[in-house]
């Protein structure tokens, strides 16, 4: 997983719209990009909600908020539209981004192995080099950290 210190990688997403853009257009101010597993799933719409909350925070500080999973950009569309979501919300279907942040991991259920997204928020700075990443989010309080972490980057 890429830590503190690393630039961020030059990776392409996709828009719920289906449009292909790159991290970099948000190049010369700060950002927050976080991943987490499957839309429209219990912590994954409280996270988003969360950051959604606190949007017009962020949006004074300057600080846009991405949000990717390996969703279809309809299911994105449909997540966003369903809770009225205000944060950007990217498709890795190709799983690429996420390798290059390193949270496509392995993880484990009921003694079952298999890939998935590791829920995990990365803090770029506005000169592209990540100041702060929360390799294991728990979800609850975690968009109010974040925030916090945001001002005291000024």
Same mark, same amino acid.
């Given at each position: 997983?890429?830590?503190?210190?690393?630039?961020?990688?030059? &990776?392409?997403?996709?828009?719920i719209d289906g449009a292909a853009f790159s991290l970099a257009r948000y190049k010369g101010k700060p950002l927050?990009?976080?991943?987490?597993?499957k839309a429209d799933t219990p912590g994954c719409t409280t996270e988003a909600k969360d950051f959604t909350e606190l949007m017009a925070e962020f949006a004074k500080?300057?600080?846009?908020?991405?949000? /990717?999973?390996?969703d279809k950009p309809a299911k994105l569309a449909k997540f966003r539209d369903k809770y009225d979501l205000k944060? &950007?919300?990217a498709s890795d279907e190709e799983g690429g981004v996420c390798?290059?942040?390193g949270?496509? /991991?392995?993880?484990?259920?009921?003694?079952?192995?298999?890939?998935g997204i590791a829920r995990a928020t990365f803090l770029v700075g506005a000169d592209g080099v990540i100041a702060r990443v929360w390799p294991k989010v728990?979800?609850?309080g975690h968009a109010a950290e974040v925030?916090?972490?945001?001002?005291?980057l000024g």
């Open positions: 997983m890429l830590e503190a210190g690393d630039t961020l990688p030059d &990776v392409n997403l996709v828009d927050i990009v976080y991943f987490y597993p500080a300057g600080v846009p908020v991405v949000g /990717v999973s390996k944060v &950007v919300l390798e290059a942040f949270t496509w /991991v392995e993880k484990s259920m009921y003694g079952r192995k298999y890939m728990k979800v609850k925030l916090e972490a945001v001002k005291a």
